[in-house]
């Protein structure tokens, strides 16, 4: 997707349905809801998707495309809230690396009241 011109008709015609009545938000996640509502299951898979540990949302050229189509339209730049942006530098830890790292450090406590202990 590189230009507006790339996008399906049917998308171009939810994403100006929407527009006519959506133009008070400037919350995307709440305006891409609105459209996925008025689309079918053969073009839905041009959206992004949340992420599927965080659960967070992330946008995609695509998206980016529709909502810099949509401040040229209506002027309103459309924003994901900080709370639901998932961190690209996010790292999936193994299971259990928690539990490492709490006893390593109940150890090292364990040991300094000892070493304490000893030297009262």
Known sequence: MK???DIPDKIWEAINYVMQYATGT????????EIM?????EYRHYFSRRHYATKKHSLNDFEKLVI???KSETGQDLKIPDNVIHNPNWVRHRRGWGLK???KERQKNAELKRKNKKDS
């Open 3 to 5: 230009e507006i011109n």
């Open 26 to 33: 400037d919350n995307w996640l709440a305006v891409k809801k």
């Open 37 to 41: 509502w008025l689309l079918t299951n």
């Open 68 to 70: 810099e189509y949509w």
């Open 101 to 103: 790292k709490y006893n």
